[in-house]
T-cell receptor, first 114, second 110 residues
């Protein structure tokens, strides 16, 4: 069982839709992450929140909008996505952002853009 | 930016054979982590190495960190079908989060 919970597990949306991905952890971790993973590729970092503040934004298009309502929750708001945005979106958390703390990943949301 | 090269990209073995994946950097790493991702699954943390020359074992898995802290390896003894998946090395770059290698995908036939 994963300690990081992501919903939904699967999402199909059109290019004009607005949807949100949700992530929750109750391990008391202060760093949370969004990754994008294409088939047969490594996870690609999108955003990092540290103590509920956005600390890293890896030049992600504005059609992806992260939000951290509290220390346990992380959302990724999606709007006007492109077909190339179809991928597995992974949420992860760690004790702290730096110092090599291991990351705990959720099962991911498989996103398909029509 | 700093990167790691991971080889091989793919490896197929017969069950019972050994397997090794290598992770190489051109610069010194402060630490290295290893993750395993099963097909259809998510990355799962296996181990972290911090010290020069460090060797850690987990049952049939042996992890090494080079003396110069520029390379690392993961060796699996007597592979089983449950070892199937993609193995990623990853490291923390100063001021940023984890950087993943491209991974080695292991397939095992019985």
């Amino acid at each position: 069982d994963t300690e990081v919970t992501q919903t939904p597990k699967h999402l199909v949306m059109g290019m004009t839709n607005k949807k949100s991905l949700k992530c929750e952890q109750h391990m008391g971790h202060r760093a949370m992450y969004w990754y994008k993973q294409k088939a047969k590729k490594p996870p690609e970092l999108m955003f990092v929140y540290s103590y509920e503040k956005l600390s890293i934004n890896e030049s992600v298009p504005s059609r992806f909008s992260p939000e951290c309502p509290n220390s346990s929750l992380l959302n990724l708001h999606l709007h006007a996505l492109q077909p190339e945005d179809s991928a597995l979106y992974l949420c992860a958390s760690s004790q702290e952002r730096d110092r090599g703390w291991p990351q705990h990943f959720g099962d991911g949301t498989r996103l398909s853009i029509l | 930016g700093q990167q790691v090269m991971q080889i091989p990209q793919y490896q197929h073995v017969q069950e019972g054979e050994d397997f090794t994946t290598y992770c190489n950097s051109s610069t010194t790493l402060s630490n290295i982590q290893w993750y395993k991702q099963r097909p259809g699954g998510h990355p799962v943390f296996l181990i972290q190495l911090v010290k020069s020359g460090e060797v850690k074992k987990q049952k049939r898995l042996t992890f090494q960190f080079g003396e110069a802290k520029k390379n690392s390896s993961l060796h699996i003894t007597a592979t089983q079908t449950t070892d199937v998946g993609t193995y990623f090395c990853a490291f923390n770059q100063a001021g940023t989060a984890l950087i993943f290698g491209k991974g080695t995908t292991l397939s095992v036939s019985s």
